[in-house]
């Protein structure tokens, strides 16, 4: 069985970075995308990045675009995301996915997930 499993967050202060990592438990064939989404208290939910596992093309979030950069490594089967100019807003658990196809944008759609990690930013 496939699973996803994450390392990284931790506190920064605004404007810090930090880096994300989403390793496959084995090789990615029942998803052809990998997608970030985070939770913060009191809210839904929400994507805010994807790329497609094959040819690498991504999807942002607006507020995160040129802030955020997703990618992966396909021959570690690892994805990655790396969070600079962070804000406070930022703060929330962050979960990476797996989908079937790229451009899906709801949870229903990533049927493979990772246990979280925190992020969060200080004031």
């Known amino acids: 069985q496939v699973q996803l499993v994450q390392s990284g967050g931790g506190l920064v202060q605004t404007g810090g970075s930090l880096g994300l990592s989403c390793a496959t438990s084995?090789?990615?064939y029942v998803w052809n995308a990998q997608a970030w989404f985070r939770r913060a208290p009191g809210k839904q939910r929400?994507?805010?990045?994807?790329?497609?596992?094959?040819?690498?093309?991504?999807w942002y979030l607006g507020s995160v675009k040129g802030r955020f950069t997703i990618s992966r490594d396909n021959a570690k089967n690892t994805g990655y995301l790396q969070l600079k100019s962070l804000k406070p807003d930022d703060t929330a658990v962050y979960y990476c996915?797996?989908?079937?196809?790229?451009?899906?944008?709801?949870?229903?759609?990533?049927?493979?997930w990772g246990q979280g990690t925190q992020v969060t930013v200080s004031s």
């Open positions: 996915a797996g989908s079937n196809f790229f451009g899906a944008t709801t949870e229903a759609d990533y049927p493979v």
């Open positions: 084995g090789r990615p």
């Open positions: 929400e994507l805010v990045a994807a790329i497609d596992w094959r040819d690498g093309a991504t």
